[in-house]
């Protein structure tokens, strides 16, 4: 172990853990030297570049873009793919060299004398401070049914192309945003049943991810000065109508019946006591926190989650988390939200002690960035 530690180690090589480096950076901390961010991936893009290919961004590439540097457009026209989002978020990192220690998975997180152990499958890093920024996506929820399902099951995180599907009866479980995309690719070439707990909510077609980003923040700010609470994008409604989920709309397949209550053999059982037959069930029931690295600080609450204080820890001052959601920071598992989300946790930990590093050194004029076949968001 180290005589002195670094300033930071920052868990979580993806936009949250970008976002913090290029602040880390600015404020004058040198990239491998005073602060290192590990990523358990061998390649770049964080979640993105392990999500289905067909996925876009809620918002345009103006409202999409990390800290420094705005997202090149996207230039076939609406929202971005998947692959737009991976290629921009590898050159990022590039571009303030970051300098990522690729598949390097955290494995615990203990405290030390003077600051706090990060157990790596490489070794150990020994820091004054920590920032988890792991995301959800390697911790898909499955929620629990009686029975069980002789049929193909899958989890959003495990959708690739609806052309795996043609021909099939398949149920899609989950009313947000993956799921009605889902539903809407799957749908032209299957037969589907949608499933939701309660009726799905859409918004208009002219608001996409920057209204329910401010709309957010406003809340944010609202309950810190001790205001009622809004109850932020709720009133609205829940899934953004890209094209894909108009088109569906149009085709008039946008229609959800309440849960079911067993799983039998081949497809389910509803409450009124009927079965119906399928091949395949989607789960888009969403994702939980990966936080298994700091269970040995023992932090977590009742609900799964550490409480905090904006991002820092309420019970550990030297762990911040970044990029869960909400609860880390207004919309900080979005990209615009994570930058922000990160700009105020440096600032808090690192006020700027010197002059900063120039932001585009060693980078040549951005160049349009190449869609990636097979790639996800």
């Not at 990022?92 to 003077?114: F, N, P």
Request: a positive charge.
């Amino acid at each position: 172990m180290p005589t002195a530690p670094l300033t930071a180690v920052v868990i979580g090589g993806g936009q949250a853990g970008l976002a913090t480096g290029f602040y880390l950076r600015r404020s004058g901390l040198v990239p491998g030297q005073d602060f290192v961010i590990i990523d358990a991936a061998a390649e770049p893009g964080g979640a993105w570049a392990r999500m289905w290919p067909t996925l876009r961004t809620f918002s345009p590439t103006q409202y999409s873009s990390l800290p420094g540097w705005m997202m090149p457009p996207w230039p076939h026209g609406g929202y971005p793919l998947a692959s737009h989002v991976v290629d921009y978020l590898t050159r990022y990192e590039e571009r303030y060299q970051l300098a990522v220690r690729r598949s390097v998975a955290a494995r615990a997180v203990t405290r030390s004398v003077g600051g706090v152990v990060v157990g790596t499958d490489a070794g150990d890093l020994f820091a004054e401070h920590v920032i988890s920024a792991t995301g959800t996506w390697s911790r898909p929820f499955v929620p629990t049914y009686p029975g069980t399902f002789a049929g193909r099951q899958l989890h959003t995180a495990d959708y690739r192309r609806a052309a795996d599907l043609a021909g099939q009866r398949v149920l899609i479980v989950g009313g947000g945003n993956s799921a009605a995309q889902i539903l809407a690719e799957v749908s032209s070439v299957a037969e589907t049943t949608w499933v939701t707990l309660r009726p799905p909510r859409f918004l208009p077609d002219d608001v996409d991810g920057r209204a329910l980003f401010e709309i957010a923040t406003k809340r944010h700010q609202a309950r810190l000065r001790g205001q009622a609470d809004t109850g932020g994008v709720g009133g609205l409604g829940d899934i953004v109508m890209v094209e894909s989920v108009r088109d569906a709309r149009n085709r008039d397949v946008l229609h959800a019946r309440r849960p079911f209550t067993h799983l039998i053999d081949h497809g389910v059982r509803w409450d009124d006591g009927t079965d119906s037959p399928y091949d395949t069930i989607i789960w888009c029931t969403g994702f939980r926190p990966a936080l298994g690295h700091l269970t040995s600080l023992g932090l977590r609450a009742p609900n799964g989650l550490i409480p905090t204080d904006g991002t820092q820890a309420l019970k550990e001052p030297r762990l911040h988390l970044i990029g869960y959601g909400d609860w880390t920071g207004p919309a900080s598992a979005t990209l615009i939200g994570a930058g922000r989300t990160a700009r105020d946790l440096v600032r808090e930990l690192y006020p700027p002690r010197g002059p900063r590093l120039p932001t585009t050194v060693g980078t040549s004029p951005p160049r349009p960035p190449t869609q990636r076949g097979g790639l996800g968001f």
